[in-house]
């Protein structure tokens, strides 16, 4: 495959973001990409070479971008556009706590209005127990429960 201009740019991008210093990958075990043509050996090849395992998306399958867009539309306009955020300790307190929310507290229409992560063998509630609430961000993100 010819390298082009911008395949190069990509490899270069890819050189800065697995840098042993201040690389914004060294944390990250996968790339995801899909079957682009600027995603040449040799950026995957400088993925590697920084611990990022490349995984090529299979084609034909747009499931795949949808459910990654819906959570970033979700974390996006329920919590981050309502928050001003002072570098990047606030985003990752504010990334957490949502992940939180979003996977313990906040129930999922497309699951039948349940939770995805219920509490483990939490008892029986009675209608007309007393309701519990949790706050998180200042009453941004609300989570409501009957007590036990």
Same mark, same amino acid.
């Given at each position: 495959?010819?390298?082009?201009?911008?395949?190069?740019?990509?490899?270069?991008?890819?050189?800065?973001?697995?840098?042993?210093?201040?690389?914004?990958?060294?944390? !990250? &075990?996968?790339?995801? #990409?899909?079957?682009?043509? /600027?995603?040449? %050996?040799?950026? =995957?090849?400088? *993925? @590697?070479?920084?611990?990022?395992?490349?995984?090529?998306?299979?084609?034909?399958?747009?499931?795949?971008?949808?459910?990654?867009?819906?959570? !970033? &539309?979700?974390?996006? #306009?329920?919590?981050?556009? /309502?928050?001003? %955020?002072?570098? =990047?300790?606030? *985003? @990752?307190?504010?990334?957490?706590?949502?992940?939180?929310?979003?996977?313990?507290?906040?129930?999922?229409?497309?699951?039948?209005?349940?939770?995805?992560?219920?509490?483990?063998?939490?008892?029986?509630?009675?209608?007309?127990?007393?309701?519990?609430?949790?706050? @998180?961000?200042?009453?941004?993100?609300?989570?409501?429960?009957?007590?036990?």
């Amino acid at each position: 495959m010819p390298v082009s201009t911008n395949s190069s740019f990509l490899t270069l991008r890819a050189r800065n973001a697995v840098d042993v210093i201040d690389g914004t990958l060294l944390s !990250v &075990r996968y790339g995801l #990409h899909d079957h682009d043509t /600027k995603i040449s %050996l040799s950026f =995957e090849a400088m *993925l @590697r070479s920084g611990g990022v395992e490349s995984i090529r998306l299979p084609p034909r399958s747009p499931n795949l971008n949808a459910f990654a867009e819906r959570w !970033v &539309r979700s974390i996006k #306009h329920e919590c981050l556009s /309502k928050l001003i %955020l002072f570098g =990047e300790l606030s *985003l @990752r307190r504010a990334v957490t706590e949502f992940l939180r929310h979003y996977h313990f507290e906040r129930n999922h229409q497309g699951k039948e209005n349940m939770l995805l992560f219920p509490a483990p063998a939490s008892p029986p509630q009675h209608p007309h127990s007393v309701v519990t609430h949790r706050a @998180r961000f200042g009453a941004l993100l609300n989570f409501y429960q009957r007590a036990a």
